[in-house]
């Protein structure tokens, strides 16, 4: 019969997913699988049509023939009656062929699970559904997030150990038969939500600021849906180090209009061996169980709370920085006033050429941060402005340039601000990395949204 090699990936080191330890929520995963069965009775069309009435895969219209090699059947195994009602799905593919005197799962089978849709079903007091349209919210559970992970890591263990002895059962082999079988960690996503009372407003704001460990960042919009339509855009920023391979992904979106979500995202197996600094790769060894598979993920969990504070630092940042650029904007209203003077201004009118001078000013002190009137005369209503704003302890500005203090620059604690300031007011798009709305098909159902904004899910 064939073999399948597996490797060793250190999960010994964690005693199981009852010890996991992380601020943080497991949300989609996806596992790939690859077993030898033994070829008892019937070949591919008897395992199958044992598999479909056991509800691990759809029933299909036409058993495969005897001659039949191969064939791909669609998973939709429920997992009922788990621990205080709750019970979770695993959808996927799982694609056989016919081996000597075996059934071999091939290595492109895939399951899939959504982790924090199946937690929602057995929490109250949690919410509405996500601006998405989708079920993988439960709140901000801040304080409580460790036990609810260990929650659906155990979810998972058993999730994971009633399919694999559907498997075994379909084979016809003994409950307690070693199982030749090798599971790889696909993808996975971790997040934490938090509570923000305008989460939409805020994301809006961070998509003109950078991230210190980002390479590469973008601001993208994702699409609002309800049961009955599609709403409209709201933005997310998305950032990754840049890595030719195995990008690991930070992404924070408004997931509800009072909670913000810190996610990440590793959306292939390069992804998670990066992520958990490993260097051979990610999958689990015989003899093979549930709780081993509870426990890989629990170290995923574990590996991406640095990268969830990273993301809760820069909001932070990002906030003080936004605050600080409303300041420094206000600070520029005396030139503001040279170009739109108030109503009833008495006084010499301001001539084009002032206004195209106070614009420029602006302008200059916004991109580099100082402006040198040199040739300014001391009269003129710009350098009057820049004086003002100088001399004001609250103002923008503080003078260089010997006694004669021609020169004006931005004050150092508004430094961070004036950037954000030049990145927001940058006349093409492509200078803050924002992209375009993402397009949907008119007829796209939240599901097929969920599925085009994740890789496997939004």
């Given at each position: 019969?064939?073999?399948?090699?597996?490797v060793e990936?250190?999960?010994?080191?964690l005693d199981?997913?009852?010890d996991?330890?992380?601020?943080a929520?497991l949300?989609?995963?996806?596992?790939?699988?690859?077993?030898v069965?033994p070829?008892?009775?019937?070949?591919?069309?008897?395992?199958a049509?044992?598999?479909a009435?056991a509800g691990?895969?759809?029933?299909v219209?036409r058993?495969?023939?005897?001659?039949?090699?191969?064939?791909?059947l669609?998973?939709?195994?429920?997992v009922?009656?788990?621990p205080d009602?709750g019970?979770?799905?695993?959808?996927g593919?799982?694609?056989l062929?016919?081996?000597?005197r075996?059934?071999i799962?091939?290595?492109?089978?895939?399951l899939?699970?959504?982790?924090l849709?199946?937690?929602?079903?057995?929490?109250?007091?949690v919410g509405?559904?996500?601006?998405?349209?989708?079920?993988?919210?439960v709140?901000?559970?801040?304080?409580d997030?460790?036990?609810?992970l260990?929650?659906?890591?155990?979810?998972?263990?058993?999730a994971f150990d009633?399919?694999?002895?559907?498997?075994r059962s379909?084979?016809l082999?003994?409950?307690?038969?070693?199982?030749?079988c090798?599971l790889r960690?696909?993808?996975?996503?971790?997040?934490?939500?938090?509570?923000e009372s305008?989460?939409?407003?805020?994301?809006?704001s961070?998509?003109?600021?950078?991230?210190?460990?980002?390479a590469?960042?973008?601001s993208r919009?994702f699409?609002?849906?309800?049961?009955?339509?599609?709403v409209?855009?709201?933005?997310a920023?998305?950032?990754?180090?840049?890595h030719?391979?195995?990008?690991?992904?930070?992404?924070?979106?408004a997931?509800?209009?009072d909670?913000?979500?810190?996610?990440?995202?590793?959306?292939?197996r390069?992804?998670?061996?990066?992520?958990?600094?490993?260097?051979?790769?990610?999958?689990?060894?015989?003899?093979?169980?549930?709780?081993?598979?509870?426990?890989?993920?629990?170290?995923v969990?574990?590996a991406?709370?640095d990268?969830?504070?990273?993301m809760w630092?820069?909001?932070?940042?990002?906030?003080?920085v936004q605050?600080?650029r409303?300041?420094?904007l206000?600070?520029l209203?005396?030139l503001?006033?040279?170009?739109?003077?108030?109503?009833?201004?008495g006084g010499?009118?301001?001539s084009?050429?002032?206004?195209?001078?106070?614009?420029r000013?602006?302008?200059?002190?916004?991109q580099l941060?100082s402006?040198?009137?040199?040739?300014v005369?001391?009269?003129?209503p710009v350098?009057?402005a820049?004086?003002?704003?100088a001399?004001?302890?609250?103002?923008?500005?503080?003078?260089r340039?010997?006694?004669h203090?021609s020169?004006?620059?931005?004050?150092?604690?508004y430094?961070k601000a004036?950037e954000a300031?030049?990145v927001?007011l940058?006349?093409s798009?492509?200078?803050?990395?924002?992209?375009?709305?993402?397009?949907?098909d008119?007829?796209?159902?939240s599901?097929?949204?969920?599925e085009q904004?994740r890789?496997?899910?939004?």
């Amino acid at each position: 019969m064939d073999v399948v090699e597996t490797v060793e990936v250190g999960v010994t080191d964690l005693d199981g997913p009852a010890d996991a330890e992380a601020d943080a929520l497991l949300d989609l995963f996806a596992v790939g699988i690859h077993a030898v069965l033994p070829d008892l009775d019937g070949g591919l069309a008897g395992f199958a049509s044992r598999l479909a009435r056991a509800g691990v895969v759809r029933p299909v219209s036409r058993a495969p023939g005897a001659a039949r090699t191969s064939v791909r059947l669609d998973v939709r195994f429920t997992v009922p009656d788990l621990p205080d009602g709750g019970k979770m799905e695993l959808k996927g593919q799982l694609c056989l062929t016919v081996g000597d005197r075996s059934i071999i799962v091939t290595p492109a089978s895939v399951l899939r699970g959504n982790a924090l849709r199946s937690l929602r079903e057995r929490l109250t007091d949690v919410g509405p559904k996500g601006l998405d349209g989708n079920d993988n919210v439960v709140g901000a559970r801040e304080g409580d997030r460790g036990r609810l992970l260990r929650l659906q890591l155990r979810d998972v263990e058993l999730a994971f150990d009633a399919f694999l002895a559907a498997l075994r059962s379909a084979a016809l082999m003994p409950g307690d038969a070693p199982l030749s079988c090798e599971l790889r960690l696909w993808s996975c996503e971790i997040c934490r939500d938090i509570t923000e009372s305008d989460a939409p407003s805020l994301v809006a704001s961070l998509r003109n600021m950078r991230p210190p460990d980002a390479a590469v960042f973008r601001s993208r919009f994702f699409v609002t849906s309800t049961a009955e339509e599609i709403v409209g855009n709201l933005p997310a920023v998305t950032w990754n180090e840049g890595h030719r391979r195995g990008k690991v992904e930070s992404k924070i979106y408004a997931k509800r209009a009072d909670l913000l979500r810190l996610e990440v995202k590793a959306l292939d197996r390069a992804a998670v061996k990066r992520l958990l600094g490993r260097s051979d790769d990610a999958q689990i060894v015989t003899p093979l169980s549930g709780r081993t598979i509870a426990a890989l993920l629990a170290r995923v969990a574990e590996a991406a709370q640095d990268r969830l504070d990273v993301m809760w630092e820069f909001r932070q940042y990002a906030t003080t920085v936004q605050e600080d650029r409303v300041h420094f904007l206000g600070s520029l209203a005396p030139l503001l006033r040279v170009i739109n003077p108030p109503t009833g201004r008495g006084g010499r009118p301001i001539s084009d050429e002032t206004r195209t001078l106070a614009y420029r000013a602006i302008e200059t002190l916004i991109q580099l941060g100082s402006f040198s009137a040199v040739s300014v005369r001391r009269d003129n209503p710009v350098r009057q402005a820049l004086d003002e704003m100088a001399d004001d302890a609250e103002g923008g500005l503080v003078t260089r340039g010997g006694r004669h203090g021609s020169i004006y620059v931005v004050r150092p604690e508004y430094a961070k601000a004036r950037e954000a300031a030049a990145v927001m007011l940058a006349p093409s798009p492509n200078a803050t990395g924002v992209t375009a709305p993402a397009h949907r098909d008119e007829g796209a159902t939240s599901e097929d949204i969920e599925e085009q904004e994740r890789g496997h899910s939004l």
